[in-house]
């Protein structure tokens, strides 16, 4: 009998294990292969999101793909590294590809700062196809691990669901940081902005939170605190912020904001500031004092070089200040003369010692050109001054005239990051911490919802063809009716967890 | 322990005293106790859902969204109860016909009623007990109106039948299990035990179908005395979804004059919603001139969001607040109001369509995606969003809305129609809707704060500049609604040398009368219809009581009544600008207005 029961239980564990086996396989991904017979087309493969011809950092994500090929049912792509190891992926449904992830490491870690060559078939129904050849260079430097992002609708006045996520480059990980409440609540709605962080870490970071629970949330060493940057000099609440490198400090502008949609043409949206000042925020004394505040000028967008030892910033001057509007047609007088609004970019020299400025000098002079400057960053290193050029005014997230460019401050060469750029927004842009990289912001997918781009930086200041920000499923670019809103990269992660926050930003 | 017979029951005569000396039953009385109460609930829960409330659920449907895909419904995450609404919505998206999704709800109601009864072990006169869920259920939908899908969960209406049908489907086969008594079959008639007597029988049988029947009827009674808008309103919305495949060129415009017929014959009600797609029509077929004041402005306040006038909801649009609404708030600070939860306005039901069909494409752009951010996707804001992206030629973005449509289920008819005018502008300018939208677009490119926006025309009375003719009718338009004469005037004349539409002809008429020089300029002008003098004349009494208070406002519902007839076929244009929308004549916009204020 107890003979009996074991054999019975032996068939049976056999049988699940079949059972398991089968299952498992045909739960697995399915494997490709390339196919024996292809006719070359002689045309570039349309792939989406376009990474053809771009260099990527050796600790990406799979650069998963659509065939754009109305004519195809199934689709395989072959990598084949330049010092050797080799993918072969593909799909069938929607002729996604998606990579594994395991396979794709390697083959990176493999061909660190060489080539893979990718080459895409598709089936037709004559047969398979193969399109042109293209690379995808692999660069020797790492980009850091974590890029932070707001995902929230594109523009307009209103909002509601929104979040800062966290989102692990080296695989698919996405997490929030913080979520506004899900459901419509009149005393909870809230929305959130700005989040920075000081040196790639964080270990210091900020965030604005507006409407209910309203303040400026600074994250040190773990301890989140809830702060007003308000005073009565000041024009509304810290807006812009820049952590100061290596003193307790963060360089806020201060801007009465508004904005208006227009009615045709190109542009949807123009954000003005009616008024900006800058301010410097002491962390450890919750102090604030104002830095710059001219009347016919507005200071904008500050950002500290490296060293610490410069801020720089955007400013324009107020059009036509012989004019004299009154004060509360001063909105009005902004939107007419719009288009008039030109920012250049300063500095100031600031002693660390002393925590006093210097005398403002011209680093970039954009008015005399009729252009307009906003977001200056300064490279790790200190040698390039990246920031975001449009026609006029300083939103330039709306203005599809927005590209990035460059200064490189030991030569003073002016110049587009034109392989980067495109003829849509190009905005909201950071290096890495080895400034090898530039991520920033573009509307060019589909010139609606921006996308996170990611470009290579070299050595010679010269700026790659961008790549966007891989996805598991790459349709997630199509599905998302959010966009991607001040990109930040980090080396580490933020260890505060949304609750912790979540309580900070309720307790009023 | 020997088991227990149940009690012996019989389909059969029974052979009582009180039956035997009975007359022998009617046919009528054989048909009706042999109709099974479930029977009689599904088909009208379903001829309710079907076709007396089946374009309202049409339109819930077209507000409400569902794809299988997590990206795009990740809004729905996280929400309480989360997951019910989401399915709530995957059911509703059968709403396509709404035939189909009637036949899914009255299966779950009625499940959901039947499974109730055997739950509860309900018998006799006790059984109508379990009819109540399905009454508070079609109550509840009914008294809900727009609040059942406008800025609302639209997952409720299929969700919580579903939800309830679930528990039912639970609990009793575990009550089965436990019980001897049987499962009974949905269509079984009433059994009767023998010694039921036959009046009583009668008499439970008539109350057992009276019951099955009374959450359709209490969901009619209540559409038809406290919501009667809402039919209107989403038969309206239903003949525009309708015309959106229409091939035919006839029936297109077919559609439009019947969505203005559904308008004028429904005078007796005057919502914002009704008014808003009846100018819609009569744009589309370019009528503007002549039918836009042949239904009644004065705009009774629309149940939404659970207000009534006087409500957080009248900010935006209630025609009793002591403010004029015209220019009192600005829209911006109307909105920011919103954001910061203060209220909702009915104006958001239509006025990104509004935009459109005035040729405001842009702003239709920024209204839809506030709709978008505020409510989440919906199929409507969807679909007007991928108009708008094709019109100003964003083929990647259109691209973009028709995958995410393609997902939804049954929606192939719209992405097939409109994916083929991608990056095809010449299908495009041919589209007769497309067409007439551009007709009115603007020339020029300038903020909207510089619009003065009655948002059902939403065209910029300030403008000297359109694209056509029917861009000058809409100002017209415009400044005749706001009862702006100079500037109508001043404007009209370029048509100095054109037959004028009957409405500015009246409006003329009107202003001859202080300003008999303006008809001068018109040759061909006189006051001489007689209709127009007895109305002056009759009108006189009906402004104001002996007392000198002004009685417009009480006088304009009947008045309009009165002369629907006289003045058929020459207008309405003098009773809209002496009885119609007074807010307009308290405080009129002027032309050179740069507040982003409007008359709604």
Not at chain 1, 260 to 279: H, P, Q
Not at chain 2, 531 to 548: L, M, P, S, W
Request: contains cysteine.
């Amino acid at each position: 009998m107890r003979t009996t029961n074991k054999i019975h239980f032996t068939k049976t564990s056999l049988w699940a294990w079949a059972l398991a086996t089968v299952l498992l396989t045909a739960c697995g991904p399915k494997k490709y292969d390339v196919p024996a017979q292809s006719t070359p087309t002689d045309s570039e493969a349309v792939i989406y999101p376009d990474h053809t011809n771009t260099v990527v950092p050796p600790n990406i994500a799979p650069l998963n793909f659509m065939l754009k090929d109305s004519l195809a049912t199934a689709v395989v792509v072959r990598l084949r590294g330049e010092k050797g190891g080799e993918i072969v992926a593909g799909g069938e449904k929607d002729l996604k590809v998606e990579m594994d992830t395991t396979q794709w490491r390697t083959l990176l870690a493999d061909n660190r700062g060489t080539t893979i060559q990718a080459t895409v078939y598709a089936k037709h129904k004559e047969g398979w196809v193969s399109y042109n050849t293209y690379t995808i260079d692999v660069a020797e430097e790492e980009i850091d691990n974590y890029l932070s992002y707001r995902l929230i609708e594109p523009g307009y006045e209103l909002y509601r669901q929104l979040g800062i996520y966290q989102r692990n480059l080296t695989n698919w990980e996405e997490k929030p940081i913080y979520e506004n409440n899900r459901t419509y609540e009149d005393e909870n709605n809230h929305c959130i902005n700005c989040h920075n962080y000081r040196n790639h870490s964080t270990q210091d970071m900020l965030f604005h939170v507006r409407s209910n629970h309203g303040g400026t949330m600074i994250i040190r060493d773990g301890k989140v605190k809830k702060v007003q940057i308000k005073g009565d000099s000041i024009l509304t609440a810290g807006v812009y912020p820049s952590w100061h490198p290596t003193l307790p400090l963060v360089a806020f502008s201060t801007n009465k904001t508004g904005q208006a949609f227009y009615m045709n043409g190109r542009d949807k949206i123009e954000v003005m500031d009616e008024a900006s000042d800058l301010l410097l925020y002491d962390v450890e004394q919750e102090k604030v004092q104002l830095v710059l505040n001219a009347d016919t000028l507005l200071e904008t967008f500050p950002a500290w070089n490296p060293t610490g030892d410069y801020l720089y910033y955007c400013v324009a001057r107020e059009p036509f200040p012989e004019q004299k509007w009154p004060k509360d047609k001063q909105a009005e007088k902004i939107m007419t003369y719009h288009n008039q609004m030109f920012y250049d970019i300063r500095r100031m020299p600031f002693d660390i010692k002393t925590r006093t400025f210097g005398p403002s000098e011209m680093v970039v002079d954009m008015a005399s050109q009729k252009q307009s400057a906003s977001f200056p960053r300064i490279s790790p290193d200190g040698r390039y001054l990246l920031w975001a050029q449009a026609e006029f005014g300083q939103f330039h997230i709306w203005h599809k005239s927005s590209d990035l460019w460059v200064k490189n401050l030991e030569t003073d060469s002016i110049y587009s990051l034109t392989e980067a750029n495109s003829p849509e927004v190009e905005s909201y842009h950071t290096w890495s911490s080895n400034g090898r990289w530039i991520v920033f912001s573009s509307r060019r997918l589909d010139g609606n919802y921006t996308r996170v781009f990611i470009a290579y930086f070299d050595k010679n200041g010269r700026a790659h063809k961008a790549f966007c920000l891989p996805q598991r499923d790459p349709e997630q670019n199509i599905m998302l009716l959010k966009s991607y809103n001040v990109p930040e990269l980090t080396k580490d992660a933020v260890h505060t967890t949304p609750a912790q926050l979540k309580e900070a930003i309720y307790k009023d | 322990m020997a088991k227990q017979h149940p009690k012996p029951i019989s389909t059969s005569k029974p052979k009582d005293k009180k039956e035997d000396s009975s007359p022998k039953p009617s046919r009528l009385w054989s048909l009706l106790r042999s109709t099974p109460p479930m029977l009689v609930m599904f088909v009208a829960v379903w001829l309710w859902a079907a076709f007396f409330y089946g374009p309202v659920l049409r339109i819930a449907r077209e507000f409400s969204f569902w794809a299988p895909d997590d990206t795009v419904m990740y809004f729905m995450e996280g929400r309480p109860w989360g997951g019910l609404w989401v399915l709530g919505r995957m059911l509703l998206m059968l709403y396509r016909w709404p035939v189909v999704g009637a036949l899914l709800t009255a299966t779950l109601v009625t499940l959901t009623t039947h499974l109730l009864g055997y739950c509860l072990r309900l018998k006799g006169w006790w059984r109508v007990l379990q009819y109540i869920p399905a009454l508070l259920y079609m109550a509840l939908t009914a008294y809900a109106g727009f609040d059942l899908f406008f800025e609302a969960e639209t997952g409720l209406f299929m969700g919580v039948p579903a939800l309830c049908t679930l528990v039912m489907a639970v609990i009793a086969p575990i009550i089965r299990s436990f019980s001897r008594k049987p499962f009974p079959w949905l269509w079984q008639p009433e059994k009767w035990a023998d010694d039921v007597p036959v009046r009583r029988r009668n008499a439970q049988t008539v109350v057992l179908l009276a019951a099955a029947l009374l959450p359709s009827l209490t969901a009619i009674t209540i559409t038809q005395t406290m919501r009667r808008d809402v039919r209107v309103v989403t038969r309206m919305q239903c003949e525009q979804l309708a015309l959106e495949q229409e091939q035919d060129a006839m029936q297109y415009m077919q559609r439009w004059e019947n969505m203005q017929d559904i308008a004028r014959n429904n005078t007796s009600l005057s919502t914002r919603p009704i008014a808003a797609y009846y100018a819609m029509a009569t744009v589309m077929r370019g009528e503007q001139g002549s039918r836009m004041f042949d239904i009644r402005l004065e705009y009774d306040e629309p149940w939404m969001h659970g207000f009534t006038k006087g409500s957080l909801t009248s900010i935006f649009s209630s025609s009793d607040s002591e403010e004029p609404n015209d220019s009192t708030e600005s829209k911006g600070e109307a909105i920011r109001k919103m954001a910061s939860g203060i209220g909702s306005s009915s104006n958001n039901y239509y006025t990104p369509e509004c935009d459109y069909h005035a040729g405001l494409v842009q702003t239709a752009i920024h209204h839809g995606m506030e709709a978008m951010t505020m409510n989440g996707p919906s199929l409507r804001t969807l679909k007007l969003l991928t108009k708008c992206a094709l019109l100003k030629g964003e083929w990647e973005v259109a691209r973009k809305y028709l995958r995410i449509l393609g997902k939804v289920p049954f929606e192939s008819d719209f992405v097939g129609k409109y994916s083929a005018m991608v990056a095809r502008p010449e299908k495009i300018n041919a589209d007769p809707e497309f067409k007439m939208v551009r007709l009115t677009e603007p020339v020029s490119n300038m903020f909207e704060n510089t619009f003065i926006q009655p948002v059902f025309l939403g065209y910029n009375a300030a403008l000297t500049e359109g694209a056509s003719i029917n861009a000058l009718w809409n100002s017209l338009s415009v400044l005749l609604y706001t009862k702006s004469m100079p500037g109508f005037v001043e404007r009209v004349m370029s048509l100095e040398n054109t037959p004028l539409p009957a409405t500015y002809a009246q409006a003329l008429c009107i202003y001859g009368v202080k300003n008999p020089d303006v008809l001068q300029r018109f040759p061909g002008m006189k006051i001489e219809d007689s209709r127009f003098a007895t109305f002056i004349q009759d009108i006189k009494d009906h402004v104001k009581d002996k007392n000198g208070k002004d009685t417009r406002r009480e006088n304009a519902g009947w008045l309009f009544d009165k002369y629907k007839k006289e003045l058929n076929g020459w207008g309405y244009y003098p009773l809209y600008y002496y009885f119609g929308n007074l807010k307009a004549t308290k405080k009129k916009p002027s032309t050179n207005n740069t507040s982003d204020g409007g008359v709604n």
